[in-house]
């Protein structure tokens, strides 16, 4: 079994609430299969657990842990056990590449940015988060710690359109109230989720963040819903069908 970390996260110990808890969410779905166009052939890298393949499109997925390829459920493709920085395909294999929530956790996330370019002779769709946008989150106001750690990880914006290269667009993606994914900003509305340590740990980010901290914050956040102080000051916002906050969908056409 291959138990190397390929990243900046270990997900043969930290990822079995992924499978659970990190599901695809169809509305955010549908912005990243429409950004595939018609492509037939689809590269999912950092496939994980299978988030958001399309599954009427011949999908050929890479992800290095053997414990998320595990998890991978049984009408999915297996995945191939590989990295984003050493994709084991010729050049324009594919129509298009997809990369969904993952290049933060890549080793060289330079190197895996070009390979997909490399690979693929269509599009290259890569769905992430803004550092200069997860203020917008009011967890923030919690843990800011969090944001700061997280901040570190993700590749800037325009730094990932200037390595894909060509016609770049970037879209900002609404998060429904009932987000099925269970990032962090999934539960804008859902501030009680926070409190579950099973919640926090299919999210990456608090692996980042020192025990002391997180239970400061967590206590904090729940001494404000206990007293109805949480409302008062977001009740506007976790009122909103929609937030959108730091989600991103990068679409890179050669």
């Known amino acids: 079994m291959n138990s190397r970390i390929a990243g900046d996260f270990d997900h043969e110990t930290n990822g079995s609430g992924y499978a659970v808890r990190r599901r695809t969410d ?11 166009g018609d492509a037939t052939t689809v590269l ?5 657990t299978g988030s958001y393949e399309p599954e ?6 890479v992800e290095p842990s053997a414990s ?19 994709l084991p395909f010729a050049d324009d ?7 969904a929530v993952t290049v933060h956790q890549w080793a060289d996330t330079d190197r895996g940015l070009r390979e997909l370019r490399r690979v693929s002779r269509g599009p290259v769709v890569v769905l992430t988060f803004d550092g200069d946008a ?12 969090l944001m700061d750690a997280e901040r570190r990880r993700y590749p800037a914006i325009d730094h990932i359109a200037d390595v894909l290269g060509g016609t770049v667009d970037v879209v900002p993606i609404p998060i429904p109230a009932d987000c099925v994914d269970g990032f962090s900003e999934a539960y804008y509305a859902r501030p009680e989720r926070f409190l579950d340590p099973a919640v926090r740990r299919s999210q990456s980010a ?13 206590a904090r956040l729940r001494a ?16 909103r069908p929609e937030f959108v906050g730091s989600l991103r969908l990068i679409v890179a056409r050669p």
């Open 68 to 86: 998320m390829r595990s998890l991978r459920p049984a009408h999915l493709a297996p995945a191939i056990d590989a990295t984003a920085e050493d």
């Open 93 to 99: 294999s594919f129509d298009a590449a997809m990369a």
């Open 56 to 61: 009427d499109r011949e999908v050929t997925a």
């Open 206 to 218: 608090w692996d980042f963040v020192d025990t002391d901290t997180i239970y400061r914050g967590v």
């Open 224 to 239: 404000d819903l206990d007293t109805g102080e949480w409302h008062h000051r977001y009740g506007e916002v976790a009122a």
């Open 26 to 36: 169809p509305r955010i779905a549908a912005h990243v299969h429409a950004a595939l």
């Open 44 to 48: 999912n890298v950092g496939a994980g």
């Open 134 to 145: 997860l203020d917008l989150l009011w967890l923030a106001d919690y843990v800011p710690e």
